[in-house]
């Protein structure tokens, strides 16, 4: 990490453990100097369109409270939007909430893809490389994006307190929407004002594209203005959140979008993709069925993975549609017998050296 890269961004709890880690896409209203003011007045970096009023302390005072990493924004969402894919059309936005940004208006594609290098690129590689430092870890992080939302938009009031936004995957959002409302006095909106499935995003592209657990939480900016209501959601949202990610369980991994195809490769529908990952998962278990002279244990020390893990992960899909499987079932479909058949006939006793292996690699997933 460069001391440039830091310009970018706010590191908070740096060197915490990394099973939790909070965002702020639009924790800031700061443009860089050599960019003046975008043309517009310096009234206006003080409004909404600029940032997320309360956002940031807000996040700041979470972080603390979970002694864990917060990565924010230090520049104007009107410089660019950390909140948008970097090939969105609003990723350097024309025109918000009626008012025109002279200067992005006037901006060529090619400026918008070096606002997106210089200011967009390096906080999603922050937040990439604190995602890979706890998967090294074997640690599957939870994902906590914080934003904040208008009273009043175009003339109507808004009712919800705090929003959840989320996509498919509801493991943390449930749990912490129902602990919300158990309240009484918040009302909560499920994917309201704003609805969590926006395909790209912060956390569509670091949540859902990892299969981690995530979720997005609004809470109205007339009651995170000042310090006393800062601290005050803050605690409120601390108990929630905890009693969430406690109903949630350990966390782990799921995918519930079709990955995405690598960069230079002409788009998919999901349908397409889908089946495709389908397809490559029956290669390699056909591969794996041929290849009995692989022990487990191999796979193991150099992947950390071996088959019993990949019918244990078929397993756990099924029961997300429905299907139950006892884990015996779900391996013999990797296996392509019972596995206590295949042990009788390929398994082969661990060496010292294996045996040796499988500890220490053991005894890193578990630190």
């Known amino acids: 990490m460069t001391e440039s890269a830091l310009e970018h961004y706010e590191i908070r709890n740096d060197g915490a453990p990394r099973d939790l ?37 807000l996040t700041r005072a979470l972080a603390d409270r979970f002694g864990a990493p917060a990565i ?24 918000s909430d009626g008012r025109i940004i002279p200067d992005n208006r006037m901006l060529d594609q090619a400026g918008v893809r070096m606002r997106v290098a210089r200011y967009h690129a390096p906080y999603h590689e922050r937040i990439a490389a604190e995602i890979g430092v706890a998967r090294e870890r074997s640690i599957v992080p939870v994902l906590v994006s914080m934003h904040s939302f208008t009273p009043v938009w175009r003339g109507k009031t808004r009712p919800w307190q705090v929003g959840i936004l989320w996509d498919r995957d509801g493991r943390l959002a449930k749990p912490l929407m129902a602990r919300l409302a158990r309240e009484g006095d918040i ?13 790209n995003d912060c956390l569509y592209r670091h949540g859902t594209m990892n ?11 007339d009651l995170i203005a000042e310090r006393a209501g800062i601290l005050h959601w803050a605690a409120r949202l601390e108990q929630a959140l905890r009693g969430a990610m406690e109903a949630m369980g350990t966390p782990g991994i799921l995918f519930t979008r079709a990955l995405r195809p690598v960069s230079g490769v002409s788009e998919m529908d999901e349908k397409t993709r889908t089946e495709l990952e389908a397809a490559a998962f029956r290669h390699l278990v056909a591969h794996l069925r041929k290849r009995t002279d ?12 071996c088959r019993n893990c990949l019918g244990d992960w078929y397993r756990e899909a099924a029961a997300e549609k429905g299907i139950v499987l006892d884990k015996d079932q779900a391996r013999e479909i990797v296996y392509g017998m019972a596995p206590a058949e295949w042990k009788k006939r390929y398994q082969k006793d661990a060496s010292p050296d294996q045996q040796a292996q499988f500890a220490k690699a053991s005894q890193k997933t578990h630190n």
């Open 21 to 57: 880690l909070f965002l702020c896409d639009h924790a800031a209203n700061a443009v860089p100097a050599e960019l003046g003011s975008l043309g517009l007045s310096l009234a206006d970096f003080q409004t909404h369109i600029a940032y997320d009023i309360g956002a940031a302390p």
């Open 72 to 95: 924010l924004a230090r520049w104007s969402r009107l410089l660019v939007d950390l909140n948008r894919g970097a090939d969105d059309p609003t990723v350097v936005v024309k025109l």
């Open 187 to 199: 009302i909560v909106g499920d994917n309201e004002p704003y609805s969590g499935a926006l395909e």
């Open 211 to 221: 299969g981690l657990p995530h979720v997005l939480i609004e809470v109205r900016q």
């Open 294 to 305: 692989v022990q487990n244990i191999d796979m193991m020390n150099l992947a950390g993975f």
